[in-house]
């Protein structure tokens, strides 16, 4: 189900408030976002004419559901259930030829970023992060193999983000090797992608095995690529926003202070630096992403529902990871919070 049906969807089923005036994209708008807690789109952002911007679409067990095609019907139970039935059915991408996210397309020094109307979501967060609720795509320099993951970007440029990530995750690894042979690492950034493939990139998916088939399943559609131009790389054709470009070698940013989902604001002072070399998008996209921080927003919804079915794990120790996932499944989010503050061994 593509962004747009998804949130035609929660619509119809009332679950969706539309803000229609004008909303400030400094501060205010990542505060009612937070103060709403339910999906919510915003019609009208100051600086931003024909621009709209979609926030918490997974706040809850329910719109989990809605956005794999499940009903309003099912309770927590029955979700789980079927959610472990689909992840045990992955659907291999296609690739087609066209697509909606090619209505716009943008090259060389006509790339301004800031086109896009990407919030400052938060009087804690250095600037505006223009990942939050996304995927980035990369293949292993070696191997070819493809990863799907979500990494945090913060706008630095018209052309420049950073991309915030530990030598620990499949993007590190690709870092790694790519600076090892001394050359850039090409990414790709899909904002605005079915929620399926932002569940399938937030995943603990076997490294080398393909988080786009495993959202195939999730959402029971194989998932359909177009392929980039200046980069090697696929993205879902129904984006609403896709950045081709790359990850320079040997460059250290320093990314945050951002408000993150321990409720606390995060500084990475070595995260890496993506420029991008081509954008495309749909005509008036409606940018996605996410005010997090406070507990039961809709990134620990999402954690949750993937804890559930054994495809969660997060960074620290044995004792900390089974604790946070314990408190995950059970919906605990304040303790869960709490739990991401501690130095556990």
């Not at 690894?173 to 050359?183: C, D, M, S, V």
């Not at 409606?286 to 559930?308: K, N, T, V, W, Y």
Request: one cysteine or more; hydrophobic letters at 40%; proline letters at 5%.
């Amino acid at each position: 189900m593509e962004l747009r049906a998804f949130i035609e969807l929660l619509s119809k089923e009332g679950r969706l408030m539309q803000v229609s005036r004008e909303v400030d994209w400094k501060f205010e708008l990542g505060e009612i976002a937070r103060g709403h807690g339910g999906p919510v789109l915003f019609e009208n952002v100051k600086d931003y004419p024909n621009a709209r911007v979609f926030a918490n679409g997974l706040s809850g067990a329910v719109e989990v559901g809605l956005a794999l095609g499940m009903g309003v019907g099912l309770n927590k139970g029955d979700l789980l259930r079927e959610l472990k039935r689909r992840k045990s059915s992955p659907l291999k991408p296609s690739v087609v030829c066209t697509g909606p996210v090619l209505e716009e397309i943008w090259t060389g020094d006509d790339i301004d970023l800031f086109r896009f109307p990407v919030p400052h979501w938060n009087r804690h967060d250095r600037g505006r992060y223009i990942g939050t609720w996304h995927v980035n795509v990369s293949k292993d320099p070696e191997t070819g193999t493809r990863n799907v993951g979500v990494y945090r970007m913060e706008l630095l440029g018209p052309r420049q983000a950073t991309v915030s990530t530990n030598s620990g995750s499949h993007l590190g690894t690709h870092i790694a090797k790519a600076e090892r042979q001394g050359r850039p690492l090409e990414m790709a950034v899909a904002i605005g992608t079915s929620e399926a493939v932002v569940m399938a990139g937030s995943a603990a998916y076997p490294y080398g095995v393909d988080e786009y088939e495993l959202a195939g399943g999730l959402q029971q559609e194989s998932v359909s690529l177009i392929e980039c131009h200046t980069v090697n790389l696929e993205v879902p054709a129904d984006a609403e926003i896709v950045i081709e470009g790359v990850i320079r070698p040997g460059i250290r940013v320093q990314d945050g202070p951002y408000f993150d989902y321990v409720g606390k604001p995060s500084v990475n002072p070595r995260a890496f630096l993506f420029e991008a070399t081509r954008v495309m998008s749909r005509r008036h996209p409606i940018f996605r992403g996410a005010s997090i921080g406070m507990p039961g927003a809709e990134d620990q919804h999402l954690l949750a529902a993937l804890a559930s079915i054994d495809l969660w794990d997060f960074h620290g120790s044995r004792t900390k990871r089974w604790l946070q996932s314990y408190l995950l499944k059970n919906e605990f989010f304040k303790a869960f919070q709490l739990a991401g503050r501690m130095h556990l061994r």
